[in-house]
């Protein structure tokens, strides 16, 4: 039973919860072994993205064992699932206190810190996993993707370059040098990592997002409209999907499509309000939103 609880011979997760469950369960387990039986079954509910009985599980793990930096580290990637960043980030704090080395909870702090928008840290952590790890694809894409947000473009090419050489197959990394190469008006080589991003991975609606926008930029307004009409399918409360297929549409002089989708965007983020009514009132489009 702890053998199927810790994971291991590919046991699979439903059965791995179960055993963990039976030996949590059972009378007179001495504290070492309870730990390691909710720390087990907390990364197996993470694994399923069932955030809140992974944070429950590895609390308890913490509370038996304080000094386990595994569990406050997985942990914080639960409370990172939950978009908990605040707390997320504590976790990350706590278990590279107790183990300073921790390259996973670098990166787990990096990708908190990077989702805050505080990107000198986020590229400060993931500089810690490269120097440990040089061959860690997905944190040179981390940084990269940091490093566009910053609008480094050229650290950003550079970053995705190592990805790519070191994962092939990474369709995001293609996607964000794509991204990179359309900031610095690079348009001809955004379009083939787009197109290199989507032929891996079709239902990477940011890649066709970007593709669009780089139809968009080259007047191709039906296949700029066809890109967004993937994105939005792929991911229906996007938007800025919306809004930019509505740009679109006005490019082709389509002003009720433009308007309608406008009016979308403008009930899923009611935000962009602000910006967007003025501008459709002074154009004289009707948009129920912007009443």
């Known amino acids: 039973m702890e053998r199927q609880c810790s994971g291991n011979d590919g046991v699979p997760r439903p059965q791995q919860i179960d055993a963990c469950t039976r030996l949590i369960e059972t009378s007179g387990l001495v504290p070492e072994h309870l730990a390691a039986a909710f720390y087990n079954r907390g990364t197996a509910y993470k694994a399923n993205a069932d955030f809140d009985r992974a944070i429950a599980d590895l609390h308890q793990a913490i509370r038996l064992n304080p000094a386990d930096a595994d569990a406050f580290c997985n942990r914080g990637f639960a409370y990172y699932g939950k978009g908990e960043l605040d707390r997320a980030i504590r976790d990350f704090d706590e278990a590279l206190r107790i183990s300073p080395g921790m390259t996973l909870a670098f990166y787990g702090r990096g990708l908190a810190r990077s989702v805050m928008g505080a990107h000198d840290k986020a590229i400060a952590d993931f500089d810690q996993v490269i120097r440990v ?159």
């Open 133 to 291: 790890d040089p061959g860690d694809a997905d944190a040179f894409y981390q940084r990269g993707t940091s490093y566009v947000q910053k609008g480094e473009k050229d650290r950003a090419i550079e970053d995705f370059n190592h990805a790519i050489a070191l994962n092939p197959n990474n369709a995001d990394a293609f996607n964000g040098r794509a991204s990179a190469y359309m900031f610095k008006g690079d348009v001809d080589r955004a379009l083939a990592d787009y197109n290199r991003a989507i032929s891996m991975n079709p239902r990477l609606a940011q890649a066709f997002f970007g593709r669009g926008y780089t139809y968009n930029m080259r007047r191709e307004y039906d296949r700029a409209i066809a890109d967004y009409d993937v994105a939005i399918k792929l991911k229906a409360t996007w938007a800025a999907a919306f809004a930019a297929r509505a740009d679109a549409y006005t490019f082709k002089g389509e002003n009720d499509r433009a308007a309608a989708d406008l009016d979308h965007a403008i009930r899923l983020e009611p935000e962009r309000g602000a910006e967007l009514c003025p501008k459709i009132k002074a154009v004289g489009w009707q948009v129920p939103a912007c009443r």
